[in-house]
């Protein structure tokens, strides 16, 4: 029978032309099945035009529609030492990794990128599905550091779009590691005073869930993003209990105060510029005029003030604010009029969040 697929399609092929049609135009929705024309889903940033579900992201693309203008310089990540267990299973490590880098031209699955959001300086460690899964081994772990430590050193806001599957098994305790270190690493910049952000995206589970992408100051997701630790089966398996509809979806996980809020793509770059100008607002004003409201002010009506700081603030860096305010305090007496204006704005910002 070669001689048909050999002999005989080729020929075929040479008098009619090779297909005219590539058959990468459309493809099907996951959720609705409605088709869906490449180049519409492109300019809808991967969104179901029939139904709005998200569907993957490519890293870049997610890059290039959060920063301004499109445009970021992505930051080097140090290079760590490859299968340092000379893992196997059916395949060796080593060549999984050699054909995650051809599949996607990248060293690994983050990319570290720094630019600005609404104005606002901004790292964003991002993680690449496509590479074996966004696993968090070593190199991983490293990118989350490098990124934690070029905000800081930038003065800049860290934020993490993990899209994992968790720890990377091929690395064994070594992967395992990352989750300590990751979560020291954004411990870094929140005592700097500097806001850490985390967008879930779907899906953000295992050893990822279980470290750095839970403690961000605010949680930001993706609608339909699956998040957890475990599965949906093996939690049903272990308690042998049916689970709730809905089960680790962004929306649920809002519901029940794990999630801040669940945000439409196409909205994702404005909450974010939104959340940074309220965020990083101070930590300009600390080495200018803009006085912050002083905790006499604060402490004056019994406003939810302070409760509001403790919102949008690492400790360290409210404690500087009000340090350095109290001794400008010191010498001018402000207009009494003043103050409780200024507290008043602060308010309302804090709570319409
Ligand atoms: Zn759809």
Redesign the pocket.
């Known amino acids: 029978m070669n001689w048909l697929s050999n002999f005989i399609r080729p020929k075929i092929n040479s008098i009619v032309g090779q297909k005219e049609v590539p058959d990468n135009l459309w493809q099907k929705?996951?959720?609705?099945?409605?088709m869906?024309f490449n180049r519409d889903l492109t300019e809808n940033l991967n969104v179901?035009?029939?139904?709005?579900?998200h569907l993957k992201f490519a890293v870049k693309d997610r890059l290039a529609s959060l920063f301004d203008e499109g445009k970021y310089v992505t930051v080097r990540v140090p290079d760590v030492p490859t299968d340092p267990l000379k893992f196997r299973d059916k395949k060796k490590y080593a060549d999984r990794l050699k054909d995650a880098q051809t599949k996607t031209g990248e060293k690994d699955a983050i990319i570290v990128a720094e630019g600005t959001i609404g104005g606002n300086a901004a790292v964003i460690a991002a993680f690449n599905f496509d590479f074996m899964g966004g696993s968090m081994g070593a190199a991983v772990g490293e990118g989350l550091v490098r990124a934690a430590e070029t905000a800081v050193n930038k003065n800049a806001a860290l934020i993490a779009i993990p899209a994992s599957g968790g720890a990377r098994m091929q690395e064994g305790i070594l992967s395992l590691i990352q989750m300590p270190r990751t979560t020291i690493a954004v411990q870094f910049v929140k005592d700097a005073g500097l806001p850490y952000i985390v967008l879930l995206t779907d899906p953000t589970t295992g050893g990822v869930s279980a470290s750095f992408a839970m403690l961000g100051d605010v949680h930001i997701a993706e609608p339909g993003a699956m998040i957890g630790f475990a599965g949906k089966r093996v939690i049903e398996e272990t308690i042998r209990e049916q689970l709730p509809a809905g089960f680790q979806t962004a929306e649920y996980l809002k519901d029940h105060g794990m999630v801040d809020m669940v945000v439409a793509r196409k909205d994702l770059a404005a909450t974010i510029g939104r959340v940074l100008g309220l965020l990083m607002k101070r930590n300009t004003s600390t080495g200018k005029q803009k006085p912050l409201p002083s905790d006499k002010a604060g402490s004056n009506g019994s406003s939810p003030q302070p409760s509001g700081r403790g919102v949008f603030t690492a400790p360290g860096f409210g404690s500087t604010g009000a340090t350095i305010n109290k001794a400008k305090d010191v010498t001018p007496p402000a207009p009494a009029n003043d103050k409780p204006v200024q507290d008043k704005r602060n308010v309302r910002k804090a709570t319409t969040r």
Not at 29 to 34: L, Q, Y
Not at 48 to 53: D, K, L, V
């Open positions: 929705c996951p959720s609705c099945e409605g869906l179901c035009t029939h139904c709005g579900h």
